[in-house]
């Protein structure tokens, strides 16, 4: 009875098996971390991505490259951990629920907090799992066991804990302070959370009168509503055009309010006149002159950006109504001297979108030097975390330098609440900024706490407001492996190894975690930060939902399959931290390099096939390992260069150089496996079942393996398929979990490398002078190889056997020197070796010298358009440098080109 051979279709189906295996993996839990697995440990944390959100570009690139990481070190031995889960996205969810709620004529207000939670936790069960699904589908070999998301029970706990400890030491407070408020959202927000925008707006230029009468100053605002809480002008006190003046009163216009003016040395005596208004409530350097002068500080603004109570006639209109209806009343009153154009800086709400208004506001903080500094310590002594690219390590270290204090409460119901109770009947049942407080971990503890301090009666009521999403994130690296308690997760995989993220949010998360990991743990909560790249549209521009050049991962995926997505991205990584060019045709939905990828797939998958097809039922294990003293010349020569990829991929995965991994890997399983090793052992696994043909089929087996293993952490469907198949490995086991290849140093000989490269440009040499001459495929030739150089002679005499099964050669002559008697030759050069192919009785030779007069005419007038082109000096001058190097590439190679064929007509 016949044994069945193992095949694979006739077309690789990305679709199909990307699926299956990726249900597989996660069925099986083959990727379910063990602390107590042996080891040393590897982990990764997944970057949390907002439970609103939806897989874009990014995710899927800083995905792929964790991915990879990770695949290659679980391989490699180590005990892996690649950690899931989700951020709450405290703003984002909040302000779709608002929105829902606006569609249905109500508020937040209307349903309650609780209800509104309710309605906040059913969202997040029935659409916050979309981006973790889109995760999945990238075959990312998470232990999904271990999924978390920001607002569950083990991490609230940890951040609850958090909060009271850094109270505990005196470095979180609640103070009364000027923060950056979003009108859209009614929340401050943080620093970081505020994008600068170069905007085209007005400088408006205003009279102050002299409360005696005697006179007048000019201010100059960008901001005119804001000056109905001015409580002062300051000038600076060396400026002699108004020294005179300090101490004296002005009238403020429209409000009727006597304010004095000032002396203080911030004031810019070059920008305007000189005179600035001073409006402490709304403006950050105003605040601070504002403290230094006891000035009252005067909100004019409600929480949704409208004006309030202080803003006289102005009482309720949006703050850009206001500005106009402020500007007006001033230029009828004669107080309008002029308005400017004036492009100038103002901050938006990263969230938002809108701009943030400085807003005086009581907030939670938290002191940010001892966090910062002790982050500095680890850096400047310990070098850690360290940084790939090193470059960015300075980024990180002057950030660290300059922070403030962090305000950490958001104006928000969709978050950790913030663990502070108030006894509000010590204050009339409500919170006001004198109402004293208590920070507790639990409600029962507060109480506790409140009759010790205020008796039986005391009445408490929690903060309202939530913590900023940042501070749960920078607990994300222990607090997901539970701390605080001392959990065998915790104590194996902390700190983690890598953390891969953009250079955008090194100040938003990456800081953020090493100052909580280092107050905490006292440890850096990564070894390495691993900054890659942004992606960029076709046209070299950041890709973004504003400009709308995003290209939807999915749509690629769905295209051309996962596999191929996943290594277009790492392959396009020309250096770590280097932003990457993903080509993309709009019209067509489609990508040239993406489709490349999904080419070499279908070049792998059709190589497996021949291979699979001539093992002839035996896989690797059942072939064994095949007798040095029986290995061919090529066999020694693949064996080389396999071992030497071996050892190239991992230098390049262990220093992050994941793109120059993946290139090295293509061009090994491309060219020299599939183009030329599999050509060379054809004819003999066409042989009786002799030595050479068992040993082709050990080889081949042998390097097949090993190329899905170097393969699998960039293409982990279609490796996981075709190994299985070449194995024929049941379920018990799978490639993911097969140990990566160990490199096998005395396999290597580069002299034996150099001398079958010799070979292989020969054998190329010979086969294109074959298609110049348009000799038909089975037509066998002649072919003479002149060298003077004995080693080259003796070279080719070792590798003539390849020569004339591949270049179709019957007769070939190595010969020292020519005789002369040759005849009508085709030639080309092989380094120092002339390849000819005498062609007397095997072309037409009218014929052939027709076709070259031809093909050199065509190319000269390539020439004569590149040579125009470039003389002309308005392209040259004026076109896109690339493009001018691009024409100055093609007319030196079509130059070339006509020389060899310049050369080949002068020989008839």
């Not at 607002?151 to 706990?157: H, N, R, T």
């Not at 905490?520 to 504003?546: A, C, R, W």
């Not at 392209?875 to 001018?884: G, H, L, R």
């Amino acid at each position: 009875m016949t044994a069945t051979i193992p095949t694979l279709a006739p077309q690789y189906d990305p679709f199909s098996t990307e699926a299956k295996w990726q249900q597989y993996w996660e069925q099986k839990q083959v990727f379910k971390a063990d602390p107590n697995h042996p080891g040393e440990p590897y982990c990764i944390m997944i970057p949390p991505p907002n439970v609103t959100g939806s897989l874009h570009m990014g995710h899927a690139f800083n995905n792929s490259l964790i991915d990879a990481l990770i695949r290659y070190h679980r391989m490699r031995g180590y005990n892996t951990l690649y950690l899931p889960g989700t951020d709450h996205a405290s703003i984002a969810v909040q302000t779709i629920l608002e929105r829902q709620l606006r569609e249905e004529g109500k508020t937040r207000y209307d349903l309650g907090r609780d209800k509104f939670l309710d309605r906040a936790w059913q969202w997040k069960q029935e659409s916050g799992g979309t981006i973790v699904n889109q995760l999945r589908r990238l075959g990312v070999s998470c232990d999904w066991t271990r999924e978390r998301f920001t607002l569950d029970e083990g991490l609230s706990k940890a951040v609850i804990e958090a909060f009271v400890r850094l109270y505990e030491d005196g470095l979180i407070y609640r103070g009364e302070y000027l923060v950056n408020w979003c009108p859209a959202s009614e929340s401050a927000v943080s620093d970081l959370e505020v994008e600068n925008k170069e905007v085209n707006g007005n400088l408006w230029h205003f009279r102050y009168p002299l409360s005696d009468g005697s006179g007048f100053v000019e201010v100059a605002t960008t901001r005119p509503e804001t000056m109905l809480g001015d409580t002062a002008v300051a000038v600076n006190p060396k400026d002699k055009r108004y020294q005179n003046l300090i101490g004296k009163t002005l009238t403020l216009p429209i409000m009727n309010r006597e304010i004095p003016i000032i002396g203080d040395e911030l004031v810019d005596p070059e920008f305007g006149t000189g005179c600035v208004k001073v409006t402490p409530a709304h403006d950050p350097n105003d605040f601070e002159m504002g403290k230094r002068h006891n000035l009252p500080m005067i909100n004019i603004m409600n929480k949704n950006g409208s004006l309030n109570e202080n803003s006289g006639p102005f009482v309720g209109q949006d703050r850009f109504v206001a500005r106009r209806n402020v500007v007006k009343r001033l230029e009828s009153e004669g107080f309008l001297v002029k308005i400017e154009d004036y492009s100038h800086s103002v901050p938006y709400s990263d969230r938002g979108k809108v701009p943030v208004e400085p807003l005086l506001s009581t907030q939670w903080f938290v002191k940010i030097r001892p966090l910062a500094d002790r982050a500095l310590v680890s850096l400047d002594n310990q070098h850690s975390p360290n940084f790939v690219p090193q470059r960015w390590q300075k980024v990180y270290r002057d950030w660290l330098v300059k922070l403030e204090d962090w305000c950490i409460s958001r104006q928000l119901w969709w978050g950790h609440q913030i663990p502070a109770w108030y006894a509000v009947s010590e204050t009339g049942g409500e919170i006001t900024d004198h109402t004293p407080f208590l920070v507790a971990r639990t409600a029962a503890e507060a109480q506790e706490k409140a009759i010790a301090s205020f008796g039986e009666g005391v009445k408490l009521q929690q903060d309202p407001d939530v913590l900023d999403t940042w501070f749960s994130s920078g607990l994300w690296p222990f607090s997901t492996l539970g701390w605080p308690e001392k959990t065998p997760d915790l104590q194996t995989y902390y700190p983690t190894n890598t953390l891969s993220t953009g250079f955008d949010i090194i100040f938003f998360w990456v800081a953020r975690m090493t100052m909580m990991g280092g107050y905490f743990t006292d440890q850096m909560p990564f070894q390495t930060v691993y900054i890659h790249g942004l992606i960029l549209d076709e046209n070299g521009k950041k890709m973004s939902k504003s400009a709308g050049n995003g290209i939807d991962p999915l749509l690629l995926i769905d295209k051309y399959g996962t596999d191929a997505l996943r290594y277009t991205l790492m392959r396009e990584v020309i250096g770590a931290g280097q932003d990457i060019r993903l080509e993309y045709d709009r019209s067509k939905d489609e990508s040239p390099s993406v489709e490349a990828s999904r080419n070499f797939t279908n070049k792998l998958w059709n190589a497996a096939r021949f291979v699979l097809m001539n093992l002839k039922g035996q896989t690797p294990a059942q072939l064994g390992t095949p007798n040095l003293e029986e290995l061919e010349l090529s066999d020694r020569w693949i064996l080389s260069r396999f071992n030497q990829t071996v050892k190239q991929t991992c230098d390049y995965m262990n220093a992050y150089s994941l793109g120059e991994a993946a290139k090295g890997l293509y061009e090994f399983i491309w060219g020299d496996f599939c183009d030329w090793y599999i050509e060379l052992a054809k004819y003999r696994l066409q042989g009786d079942g002799g030595v050479s043909q068992k040993v082709a089929q050990q080889v081949l087996a042998y390097i097949l393996e090993g190329i899905l293993k170097l393969l699998h952490p960039f293409m982990p469907h279609i490796t996981e398929e075709i190994w299985h198949t070449l194995t024929q490995t049941g379920e018990q086991d799978c490639l993911a979990v097969q140990t990566y290849p160990v490199l096998q140093e005395q396999m290597i000989s580069s002299d034996l490398e150099t001398d079958f490269d010799l070979i292989i440009g020969t054998i190329r040499t010979l086969r294109n002078l074959r298609a110049d001459a348009d000799i038909k495929p089975k037509v066998k030739v002649t072919a003479i190889l002149q060298s003077e150089n004995a080693k080259e002679r003796e070279i080719l005499q070792r590798g003539e056997v390849y020569i004339n099964k591949i270049a179709g050669v019957d007769n070939l002559v190595i010969t020292e020197a020519l005789t002369g008697n040759e005849g009508q030759t085709i030639a080309g050069v092989v380094g120092t070796i002339q390849a000819l192919i005498p062609l007397a009785g095997v072309v037409d030779l009218p014929a052939l010298k027709q076709r070259t007069e031809k093909k050199l005419a065509k190319i000269q007038k390539e020439i004569d358009s590149y040579t125009k082109r470039l003389s002309n000096p308005n392209f040259v001058d004026k076109a896109d440098p690339q493009v001018v190097q691009g024409a100055r590439d093609a007319l030196a190679e079509a130059e070339k080109q006509a020389e060899i064929l310049q050369s080949r007509l002068s020989g008839f």
